[in-house]
């Protein structure tokens, strides 16, 4: 079988992969974490339009309950008082289009818009092997 | 011109061939990607954005290393172990690294013989192994960036998901790994066993693959 031939740049390609995909996550956390702290502001100023316009559309469409707008159903979700980087925790992960923040009194999953971060769980706590229970977004 | 696209044709149809398929593996990667980015709530993104995410390089390093693996097994075991009637293999009673005199190396090189071919020492070595070696590399890197690619994608969809992420040692552990690994592991190796026991009893007239369509099945190591 003559299979000698085979294209070199396969190795160069396998690297760039490799060097980009390492060092991708690392300049978002800071953005992704500054979402999350804005949110968690909004919260707790009692803005609830403003906490809104930081969710993803899918958490601001699935929150409010019977006629109440988002703004109502934001401020009335039972968030825990978290705003700033919880101290010795976990740093921010970001991977992709996602990140997950640990403030000081919650968990925030975020996905990255063409706007932006924007809050697409919050009030979450961890459930071992299940997915965390959030109180905003699922 | 003409006679380099004659002289070179197979390389050059392989090339264009993976370079559309490529293409074609972005594009539809591409929609797939963005179809479940709507479902999960997430946000669709450019063909660009794409070709450099996890996501897209998780799918093709996992095809490239099996696919090296293959040629490397098959480089590696047709030199120790031999199928009679396949013209995929030598002879019986061949098997082993053969003598200098039969490999033309040394002073049993001619004179068109490749230079390192002649030399001694650790260049004659390197070339002597060198298709192995480069395969070799090849596949382990390919294998090194889909664990790499892959932690990343895994953790991605962790994340959207409401699920923490995994290291890369977790990773490699994991039974995502391992499924895209096996998975495409066991295609190789039952196309190159299809390849060494069909081509003892069927022809393809002209392929160099293949035994004269005259020739008898339990003869080994012809090919066409």
Known sequence: ???????????????????????????????????AERFYSAVHAGQGEAACGLLTPRAAEDLPLGGESCAEAVLRARLPAADRPRPQAAPTQVWGDEAQVRLSGDTVFLHRFSRGWLVRAAGCTPRGEQPYRCEVGS | MRRFLRDNGLSLFFLVAFLLALGGQSIAGNADYNARQLTEGGAPISWVSYVTSSDFAVNVAENWQSEYLQFLLYIMITVWLVQRGSPESKKPGEQGRESDEEQKVGPHAEPDSPAWAKATGLRRTLFANSLGLVMGTIFVLSWLAQSVAGTANYNSEQLAQLQDPVTWLGYVGSADFWNRTLQNWQSELLAVLSMVVLSIYLRQRGSPESKPVGVPHQATGIEG
């Open chain 1, 1 to 35: 079988m003559r299979w000698g031939a085979v294209a070199p740049p396969v190795a160069v390609v396998t690297i760039v992969a490799l060097a980009s995909l390492t060092g991708c996550a690392s300049g978002e956390a800071p953005t992704a974490q500054r979402a």
